[in-house]
């Protein structure tokens, strides 16, 4: 069984993490680099490996790896040799691993709540690209351009979850903030190359219908529904008010667990490579509540949210869980 099957088996919903890149910069470590938190797995893992465990103290059922930016190409460029840059994206997993053992070995931290797992992020070709395209789509890259973009990435991540001596069997892809169809069904189709694992496939959405590139969410779920591997499909960096709708839109057409991650709501400046304008909601973690009652079952928390907002989240899911209802 998929490590979120067996949670929601036993929980109402499952939570997942929060910002990464936010909380690194709120601890006051300097992101601003095209290769993002990655530049921190570079030089500074333990920071990195600290918030993956203030996560899962704050509630989180799987934390996601900060592989999001990590790509060979992407390292290469930075001098380092391609042993090197498979080794580096390898490490985010072992970071990750290695916070939710150190978590998990104190029984106090299992009240209520079944092991973390480890989601190894699959960030989009557009992150690559580090000029906000993740939001924006068409690339012009065929199917088969994509999977091969995709492959030795996830090829290191899925060795680096196989280990035995880091956990084999608990790591799955979080494959997040795909602007397009086509790069969804580019690693639906690669993942058969890497039968025993699974993934979730999470679009970035431009208004309550249409993920980025446009095409209505709803069609994108139905194109999945039928892979196997794929346990979630669902949303994330995106506003928190085009959720609801956009959950109601994927749920008719699945029956996998729809999980969402929204971002504060606030718009991003490539240029810039920052946030501009107000969060959509007042209070994220109680926001979450109407995702959960419009059907999400993994719910948690993109860029700009916190440990504060997930463990908000984790209050009111277990909450739900002690009263016994699903
Ligand atoms: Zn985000």
Same mark, same amino acid.
């Given at each position: 069984?998929?490590?979120?099957?067996?949670?929601?088996?036993?929980?109402?919903?499952?939570?997942?993490?929060?910002?990464?890149?936010?909380?690194?910069?709120?601890?006051?470590?300097?992101?601003?680099?095209?290769?993002?938190?990655?530049?921190?797995?570079?030089?500074?893992?333990?920071?990195?490996?600290?918030?993956?465990?203030?996560?899962?103290?704050?509630?989180?059922?799987?934390?996601?790896?900060?592989?999001?930016?990590?790509?060979?190409?992407?390292?290469?460029?930075?001098?380092? @040799?391609?042993?090197?840059?498979?080794?580096?994206?390898?490490?985010?997993?072992?970071?990750?691993?290695?916070?939710?053992?150190?978590?998990?070995?104190?029984?106090?931290?299992?009240?209520?709540?079944?092991?973390?797992?480890?989601?190894?992020? /699959?960030?989009?070709?557009?992150?690559?690209?580090?000029?906000?395209?993740?939001?924006?789509?068409?690339?012009?890259?065929?199917?088969?351009?994509?999977?091969?973009?995709?492959?030795?990435?996830?090829?290191?991540? /899925?060795?680096?979850?196989?280990?035995?001596?880091?956990?084999?069997?608990?790591?799955?892809?979080? *494959?997040?903030?795909?602007?397009?169809?086509?790069?969804?069904?580019?690693?639906?189709?690669?993942?058969?190359?890497?039968?025993?694992?699974?993934?979730?496939?999470?679009?970035?959405?431009?208004?309550?219908?249409?993920?980025?590139?446009?095409?209505?969410?709803?069609? *994108?779920?139905?194109?999945?529904?039928?892979?196997?591997?794929?346990?979630?499909?669902?949303? @994330? *960096?995106?506003?928190?008010?085009?959720?609801?709708?956009?959950?109601?839109?994927?749920?008719?057409?699945?029956?996998?667990?729809?999980?969402?991650?929204?971002?504060?709501?606030?718009?991003?400046?490539?240029?810039?490579?920052?946030?501009?304008?107000?969060?959509?909601?007042?209070?994220?973690?109680?926001?979450?509540?109407?995702?959960?009652?419009?059907?999400?079952?993994?719910?948690?928390? *993109?860029?700009?949210?916190?440990?504060?907002?997930?463990?908000?989240?984790?209050?009111?899911?277990?909450? /739900?869980?002690?009263?016994?209802?699903?």
């Amino acid at each position: 069984m998929n490590p979120i099957a067996s949670i929601l088996e036993h929980h109402p919903a499952l939570v997942i993490d929060g910002a990464l890149a936010t909380e690194l910069e709120r601890r006051g470590y300097d992101l601003n680099d095209s290769l993002w938190s990655a530049k921190i797995l570079l030089e500074e893992p333990e920071a990195i490996k600290q918030i993956h465990y203030d996560y899962f103290k704050a509630g989180a059922d799987c934390a996601i790896t900060a592989s999001y930016q990590a790509t060979i190409e992407g390292f290469t460029k930075r001098g380092l @040799n391609k042993k090197e840059a498979i080794d580096l994206i390898k490490k985010s997993v072992k970071l990750a691993i290695e916070a939710r053992d150190e978590f998990w070995a104190d029984q106090n931290n299992h009240a209520g709540r079944s092991k973390p797992f480890i989601a190894a992020s /699959v960030g989009p070709y557009g992150a690559f690209l580090a000029n906000g395209e993740e939001y924006v789509g068409n690339y012009g890259l065929s199917e088969k351009e994509l999977m091969d973009f995709h492959r030795s990435r996830m090829k290191a991540l /899925v060795e680096a979850g196989a280990d035995p001596s880091t956990g084999s069997g608990q790591v799955m892809l979080a *494959c997040e903030t795909i602007p397009s169809l086509i790069e969804a069904q580019a690693i639906a189709k690669l993942l058969k190359e890497f039968p025993n694992i699974t993934a979730w496939i999470s679009f970035s959405a431009r208004d309550e219908k249409h993920i980025s590139e446009g095409q209505a969410f709803a069609d *994108c779920v139905k194109e999945l529904e039928d892979h196997l591997q794929i346990a979630a499909i669902g949303i @994330n *960096c995106t506003s928190p008010k085009y959720i609801p709708s956009l959950i109601r839109a994927g749920k008719e057409q699945t029956r996998k667990p729809i999980l969402v991650y929204p971002n504060l709501g606030e718009s991003y400046d490539a240029a810039k490579n920052d946030w501009d304008g107000r969060p959509a909601v007042e209070s994220f973690g109680d926001e979450a509540r109407i995702w959960y009652d419009a059907g999400a079952r993994l719910i948690g928390g *993109c860029c700009r949210t916190t440990p504060e907002d997930i463990s908000v989240i984790a209050g009111w899911v277990r909450d /739900v869980s002690l009263r016994g209802g699903h």
